[in-house]
């Protein structure tokens, strides 16, 4: 069953402490990304990857960082630098060549308190 | 950088009426264009994308439509269903030399609701 997961579904954290948003894909993808939506806005990009062991900020990149050590792997973490960290992360992969259909995970809404 | 607007933010119909969402860009670059479907807790879904090459494109009850010289795009969903009551999003998107990766930009979104 292909797809992309994230997990978990719900977090909860205190302020001050980094977490870290799991991402596994299973579809051969080679670009994932993490995007951040804040209600009533649209997704707004954090970090991509395009390869493995390389990565590039997106648009808000600010307070959180990830690592690509694994083809089918794309962690998040969200440190406490990030001022407003409670959102709805949700993660995507696409091929590289060809077609950039970008397919969605289920999401992982943090809350931060 | 693009920018992506897109209107109205609501948009309330009858079952059975259409809908029409549209969308603005600015870097006339964008050759992508992707819709998702976004229901309730979930993770968007792709519902419909179309190219530059192509102006207009149809799948069973959802259509997309796209004027490069205008800079616009318009999603247009026919007979529509309360199961499609949902946030639209639109998205941008241009290739970067011959990697083809395409960085999204998406609009705000537009939350339909289908009335019985």
């Known amino acids: 069953d292909g797809g992309i997961t994230q997990s978990p579904k719900y977090l909860f954290r205190k302020e001050g402490q980094n977490v870290t948003l799991s991402c596994e894909q299973n579809l051969n993808h080679d670009a994932m990304y993490w995007y951040r939506q804040d209600p009533g806005q649209g997704l707004r990009l954090i970090y991509y990857s395009q390869i493995v062991n390389d990565f590039q900020k997106g648009d808000i990149a600010e307070g959180y960082s990830v690592s690509r050590e694994k083809k089918e792997s794309f962690p998040l973490t969200v440190t406490s630098a990030q001022k407003n960290p409670t959102a709805f992360y949700l993660c995507a992969s696409s091929m590289i060549a060809g077609p950039y259909e970008q397919y969605f995970g289920p999401g992982t809404r943090l809350t931060v308190t | 950088g693009e920018n992506v607007e897109q209107h109205p933010s609501t948009l309330s119909v009858q079952e059975g009426d259409s809908a029409v969402i549209k969308c603005t860009y600015s870097?006339?670059?964008?050759?992508?264009f992707p819709w998702y479907k976004q229901e309730l807790g979930k993770g968007p879904q792709l519902i419909i994308d179309?190219?530059?090459?192509?102006g207009e494109k149809k799948d069973q009850r959802i259509a997309v439509t796209l004027n490069k010289t205008a800079k616009h795009f318009s999603l247009h969903i026919t007979e529509t269903q309360p199961e499609d009551s949902a946030v639209y999003f639109c998205a941008a998107s241009a290739s970067a030399g011959g990697t083809s990766y395409g960085k999204l930009t998406f609009g705000q979104g537009t939350i339909l609701t289908v009335h019985p």
């Open positions: 870097d006339s670059a964008s050759n992508y």
């Open positions: 179309i190219r530059s090459n192509v």
